[in-house]
């Protein structure tokens, strides 16, 4: 195989693993969810595309949404509990 049809390969692949990546949440996870019956589940599909969308932001994205998440969490109790857990305060 020649540098031509490798490339032409890899593209192929890329493409497909794109493709999977992108649209496998909206095919797979409805699946699961009937064939577990747990409608819970589809929540899943929301999570993936949120988890793709902060891949994308930069990187105080994280650091806003762990402190954000941490204070909705029992009516803003759960960051000093956060914070007597990791600072053995």
């Given at each position: 195989?020649?540098?031509?049809?490798?490339?032409?390969?890899?593209?192929?692949?890329?493409?497909?693993?794109?493709?999977?990546?992108?649209?496998?949440?909206?095919?797979?996870?409805?699946?699961?969810?009937?064939?577990?019956?747990?409608s819970?589940?589809?929540?899943?599909?929301?999570?993936?595309?949120?988890?793709?969308?902060?891949?994308?932001?930069?990187?105080?994205?994280?650091?806003?949404?762990?402190?954000?998440?941490?204070?909705?969490?029992?009516?803003?109790?759960?960051?000093?509990?956060?914070?007597?857990?990791v600072?053995?305060?």
């Amino acid at each position: 195989m020649n540098l031509e049809q490798r490339l032409w390969v890899f593209n192929l692949m890329s493409r497909i693993s794109m493709i999977i990546s992108k649209f496998g949440p909206i095919a797979i996870v409805p699946l699961l969810a009937f064939k577990f019956d747990n409608s819970w589940l589809l929540f899943g599909i929301l999570f993936s595309y949120f988890g793709s969308i902060v891949n994308m932001l930069k990187q105080w994205f994280y650091i806003i949404a762990t402190i954000v998440l941490f204070c909705i969490g029992d009516y803003g109790q759960s960051l000093p509990v956060f914070q007597r857990i990791v600072y053995h305060a």
